[in-house]
């Protein structure tokens, strides 16, 4: 670790190395983005800091923390990584948190507290990288600046110096194309709405939603445009879409000498033809795409791509000389690139990688946590690696991810001999959630050595709320033991929600690719909420309390559903009819509940997501367009047939107000009132068209509260009080099985799901 004592400043904002003359040098940095972006995070504190500029060794990034009360000095090698060194100092110091979300920043004293001796690190990684293909999908394709350039603050913060980029990503291929036989009308055709294009960047899809207009293209451009600027104030790196050879239908016919090879279908959906990289016109077309980017978007030196992402098929291309070609048109347009590729499923292939410069290649792996007896340094030929996580899919509201992997994981594989590992990576599909993991995984790239995991969510819990408290210790020990002591073998994220699941008897979860049962055990979470509510009052007025305190509480309540599912099977074929009407009764109360609880934090309402959605139109047909875009991705994801066959509904299921209430709850309600008019008649509950009733919503335009409403507090207190009451009567309890047994176990009556793999 680089001790960073030794290096003082002759002036704020300039530097004087050991030994140097007197008179001051120039400073190794503009502090001034760094300085602003600490005003935005902390108006109250930001001027009790010093920002001092260090040149970056060969080492690699670092900081240090020293000074008195009220005068704190903080030494970094680059903008993001003197806000790091706050970072740090907050938690460390300060005893507070700045999550993602939730922070406790209001209980910072007037004047900061001193620093016992110097704090130094220096990063163990020099990538530390953040954010999925999907993330502007499923967090919000229609945010602005402020919510972008928040989140980029926050990732500095927590130590994060690269980010993917993709806002504004079609204005490249858009202008491009046009100097390859195709007008704007059918490029604005093909290009899907934002919210679906994160999977067009994949070749997974294309024009669904659209059509997109020229001044939608041109305004999100200008947005990527501005988040990839901030970024490079930031001394961070902007990830932008690199050209690997998606191209509109007919372009062969149009370019002579073109070949291009279909790529099929992908769950339901066309996917766009692949330009072979190793014919005449390709270059060209990288070339014209690169231009339009750079002009657009600004420099940088890492792009990210995925040659036959998820199916994709090479038909009589050669995959070796194809990557290879797809390196040399990058390399041409940007001689000193990276190009970065998600590890996932069985890509990048040893055939892909054999015609590529490993030592120019970053691979962002999503599966470090997932399999176990994984070797990345055989699998990948030695290719550099960032170690990562996908912690949610489809941006999931649910609580938990594989922690203890990561910590027991992470610095073993970096200390391998041979070790290929060169970086961390930051990729739930979905980002807004789940506060502890960001914080947690991004700290493993800061720390030298391993990490107590029950130490570590001790200090968390110390921080989180803005002081000490033993109720807030034993809540986070107690989610510490269960939805964040997910092990690898088979998932990255927890069970979702049955509420949010297409009705059924049998059914184990609401997405098709989510876990079947319980990962943890259930009762931990109704534990952590009882001792969340026993937190001192001072602590309370917090905004990562309210927020955590809605989250555990709406954990609680949704792992019920586990119990509560199985008994209403077993009254129903029972024949009970009076039992099944009351555990009926039981789960529109919880759904109820649930609506009420979530609707009472900001984070959790649906109604800002589709205003924001609306907000981007300029006509009412075109915020029509946008507000469907934004609705379908969270329910039926696309037409009937991904959606339905192809399994895509409820993908990016979560519990939020509105979605609970008019999406939800309204499906079980009409499942169960068939299976009660069954028992009554004797005769076989009808069928539900469950893609019609959710595409009415998506396709609606009613309009929902973007400000919360109702005591978080008394809302959870209120949840707690219900799930006493059910686990007194023995009626049904929260807890739930470990992974193990794929199942759930009720406090007083066990209940028991079978196991079934992804």
Same mark, same amino acid.
């Given at each position: 670790?680089?001790?960073?004592?030794?290096?003082?400043?002759?002036?704020?904002?300039?530097?004087?190395?050991?030994?140097?003359?007197?008179?001051?040098?120039?400073?190794?940095?503009?502090?001034?983005?760094?300085?602003?972006?600490?005003?935005?995070?902390?108006?109250?504190?930001?001027?009790?800091?010093?920002?001092?500029?260090?040149?970056?060794?060969?080492?690699?990034?670092?900081?240090? %923390?020293?000074?008195?009360?009220?005068?704190?000095?903080?030494?970094?090698?680059?903008?993001?990584?003197?806000?790091?060194?706050?970072?740090?100092?907050?938690?460390?110091?300060?005893?507070?948190?700045?999550?993602?979300?939730?922070?406790?920043?209001?209980?910072? =004293?007037?004047?900061?507290?001193?620093?016992?001796?110097?704090?130094?690190?220096?990063?163990?990684?020099?990538?530390?990288?953040?954010?999925?293909?999907?993330?502007?999908?499923?967090?919000?394709?229609?945010?602005?600046?402020?919510?972008?350039?928040?989140?980029?603050?926050?990732?500095?913060?927590?130590?994060?110096?690269? %980010?993917?980029?993709?806002?504004?990503?079609?204005?490249?291929?858009?202008?491009?194309?046009?100097?390859?036989?195709?007008?704007?009308?059918?490029?604005?055709?093909?290009?899907?709405?934002?919210?679906?294009?994160?999977?067009?960047?994949?070749?997974?899809?294309?024009?669904?939603?659209?059509?997109?207009?020229?001044?939608?293209?041109?305004?999100?451009?200008?947005?990527?445009?501005?988040?990839?600027?901030?970024?490079?104030?930031?001394?961070?790196?902007?990830?932008?879409?690199?050209?690997?050879?998606?191209?509109?239908?007919?372009?062969?016919?149009?370019?002579?000498?073109?070949?291009?090879?279909?790529?099929?279908?992908?769950?339901?959906?066309?996917?766009?033809?692949?330009?072979?990289?190793?014919?005449?016109?390709?270059?060209?077309?990288?070339?014209?795409?690169?231009?339009?980017?750079?002009?657009?978007?600004?420099?940088?030196?890492? +792009?990210?791509?995925?040659?036959?992402?998820?199916?994709?098929?090479?038909?009589?291309?050669?995959?070796?000389?194809?990557?290879?070609?797809?390196?040399?048109? $990058?390399?041409?347009?940007?001689?000193?690139?990276?190009?970065?590729?998600?590890?996932?499923?069985?890509?990048?292939?040893?055939?892909?990688?054999?015609?590529?410069?490993?030592?120019?290649? $970053? &691979?962002?792996?999503?599966?470090?946590?997932?399999?176990?007896?994984?070797?990345?340094?055989?699998?990948?030929?030695?290719?550099?690696?960032? +170690?990562?996580?996908?912690?949610?899919?489809?941006?999931?509201?649910?609580?938990?991810?594989?922690?203890?992997?990561?910590?027991?994981?992470?610095?073993?594989?970096?200390?391998?001999?041979?070790?290929?590992?060169?970086?961390?990576?930051?990729?739930?599909?979905?980002?807004?959630?789940? =506060?502890?993991? +960001?914080?947690?995984?991004?700290?493993?790239?800061?720390?030298?050595?391993?990490?107590?995991?029950?130490?570590?969510?001790?200090?968390?819990?110390?921080?989180?709320?803005?002081?000490?408290?033993?109720?807030?210790?034993?809540?986070?020990?107690?989610?510490? $033991?269960? =939805?964040?002591?997910?092990?690898?073998?088979?998932?990255?994220?927890?069970?979702?929600?049955?509420?949010?699941?297409?009705?059924?008897?049998?059914?184990?979860?609401?997405?098709?690719?989510?876990?079947?049962?319980?990962?943890?055990?259930?009762?931990?979470?109704?534990?952590?909420?009882?001792?969340?509510?026993?937190?001192?009052?001072?602590?309370?007025?917090?905004?990562?309390?309210? +927020?955590?305190?809605?989250?555990?509480?709406?954990?609680?309540?949704?792992?019920?559903?586990?119990?509560?599912?199985?008994?209403?099977?077993?009254?129903?074929?029972?024949?009970?009819?009076?039992?099944?009407?009351?555990?009926?009764?039981?789960?529109?109360?919880?759904?109820?509940?649930?609506?009420?609880?979530?609707?009472?934090?900001?984070?959790?309402?649906?109604?800002?997501? &589709?205003?924001?959605?609306?907000?981007?139109?300029?006509?009412?047909?075109?915020?029509?367009?946008?507000?469907?875009?934004?609705?379908?991705?969270?329910?039926?994801?696309?037409?009937?047939?991904?959606?339905?066959?192809?399994?895509?509904?409820?993908?990016?299921?979560?519990?939020?107000?509105?979605?609970?209430?008019?999406?939800?709850?309204?499906?079980?309600?009409?499942?169960?009132?068939?299976?009660?008019?069954?028992?009554?008649?004797?005769?076989?509950?009808?069928?539900?068209?469950?893609?019609?009733?959710?595409?009415?919503?998506?396709?609606?335009?009613?309009?929902?509260?973007?400000?919360?409403?109702?005591?978080?507090?008394?809302?959870?207190?209120?949840?707690?009080?219900?799930?006493?009451?059910?686990?007194?009567?023995?009626?049904?309890?929260?807890?739930?099985?470990?992974?193990?047994?794929?199942?759930?176990?009720?406090?007083?009556?066990?209940?028991?799901?079978?196991?079934?793999?992804?």
């Amino acid at each position: 670790m680089l001790a960073l004592t030794a290096v003082t400043a002759a002036v704020p904002g300039a530097l004087s190395l050991p030994g140097a003359a007197a008179s001051p040098v120039a400073p190794a940095f503009d502090t001034a983005p760094a300085r602003a972006a600490l005003k935005r995070l902390l108006p109250f504190q930001a001027r009790q800091f010093t920002l001092v500029p260090v040149e970056e060794p060969e080492s690699g990034a670092s900081f240090s %923390v020293s000074g008195e009360a009220g005068a704190i000095r903080v030494r970094g090698t680059s903008p993001a990584t003197l806000l790091a060194g706050v970072g740090w100092y907050l938690e460390r110091v300060a005893g507070v948190d700045i999550g993602w979300p939730g922070d406790s920043v209001e209980r910072l =004293p007037a004047v900061l507290p001193a620093v016992p001796g110097t704090l130094t690190r220096s990063a163990t990684v020099p990538h530390r990288y953040a954010l999925n293909d999907t993330d502007e999908g499923y967090s919000g394709a229609y945010r602005g600046f402020e919510a972008y350039q928040h989140d980029i603050d926050v990732m500095a913060l927590h130590g994060v110096n690269e %980010v993917f980029v993709p806002t504004g990503a079609e204005y490249a291929s858009y202008r491009a194309l046009q100097e390859f036989g195709y007008d704007a009308a059918e490029l604005r055709e093909w290009i899907p709405a934002p919210a679906h294009q994160g999977w067009w960047l994949l070749q997974n899809m294309s024009g669904f939603g659209g059509p997109v207009s020229e001044r939608l293209i041109e305004a999100r451009a200008a947005l990527g445009s501005r988040v990839a600027r901030h970024l490079r104030s930031l001394g961070m790196t902007p990830v932008l879409p690199g050209f690997y050879g998606t191209v509109p239908p007919g372009f062969a016919a149009r370019n002579p000498g073109a070949v291009t090879v279909p790529q099929g279908r992908w769950v339901g959906f066309d996917r766009p033809d692949w330009l072979d990289p190793t014919g005449p016109v390709f270059d060209r077309l990288a070339a014209a795409y690169y231009r339009a980017q750079r002009w657009r978007f600004g420099e940088t030196d890492m +792009f990210k791509m995925d040659l036959l992402h998820e199916g994709g098929t090479a038909g009589p291309v050669d995959v070796a000389r194809a990557a290879g070609a797809v390196q040399r048109a $990058l390399e041409a347009a940007h001689p000193d690139a990276t190009w970065v590729m998600l590890g996932w499923q069985r890509n990048p292939s040893a055939a892909l990688l054999s015609g590529v410069d490993r030592r120019r290649v $970053l &691979i962002v792996d999503g599966l470090s946590d997932r399999y176990d007896a994984l070797d990345r340094e055989s699998e990948w030929g030695g290719t550099p690696y960032a +170690f990562g996580s996908i912690a949610n899919f489809g941006g999931h509201t649910t609580l938990g991810a594989n922690t203890g992997v990561w910590m027991g994981r992470f610095h073993t594989w970096l200390a391998k001999p041979d070790s290929a590992m060169r970086g961390i990576a930051y990729l739930p599909e979905g980002t807004g959630g789940n =506060p502890a993991a +960001f914080d947690l995984f991004t700290e493993l790239a800061w720390q030298p050595g391993a990490v107590d995991h029950r130490a570590w969510f001790a200090a968390y819990a110390a921080r989180r709320y803005g002081g000490a408290d033993p109720h807030a210790a034993a809540a986070w020990e107690q989610l510490r $033991l269960g =939805p964040y002591s997910g092990r690898s073998g088979t998932w990255s994220e927890p069970q979702d929600s049955l509420f949010a699941a297409w009705p059924s008897l049998t059914t184990a979860k609401a997405a098709r690719w989510s876990p079947s049962g319980m990962r943890y055990d259930g009762d931990t979470v109704e534990r952590a909420l009882a001792e969340l509510l026993r937190v001192a009052p001072e602590l309370r007025t917090t905004d990562a309390y309210r +927020f955590d305190l809605v989250d555990v509480a709406r954990q609680a309540l949704t792992n019920r559903a586990r119990v509560l599912l199985p008994r209403i099977r077993a009254a129903y074929e029972a024949r009970d009819l009076e039992t099944f009407r009351a555990l009926v009764g039981e789960w529109g109360a919880d759904e109820e509940l649930l609506a009420r609880l979530v609707g009472a934090d900001r984070r959790f309402l649906v109604g800002p997501w &589709i205003a924001a959605a609306r907000s981007w139109g300029t006509h009412p047909a075109e915020r029509d367009r946008l507000e469907y875009d934004a609705r379908s991705i969270l329910t039926t994801w696309g037409d009937r047939v991904p959606s339905e066959s192809g399994g895509l509904h409820d993908y990016a299921n979560r519990e939020w107000d509105g979605l609970l209430r008019d999406v939800y709850a309204p499906r079980w309600a009409a499942f169960f009132g068939g299976l009660d008019a069954a028992l009554v008649t004797g005769t076989a509950p009808a069928a539900v068209d469950w893609f019609a009733g959710d595409d009415t919503w998506a396709r609606d335009h009613g309009a929902y509260p973007s400000a919360p409403t109702g005591d978080p507090v008394a809302l959870a207190g209120e949840v707690h009080a219900a799930l006493a009451v059910a686990d007194r009567d023995g009626r049904s309890g929260a807890g739930g099985a470990a992974e193990e047994h794929c199942g759930v176990r009720g406090a007083r009556a066990p209940v028991v799901i079978p196991c079934a793999g992804r």
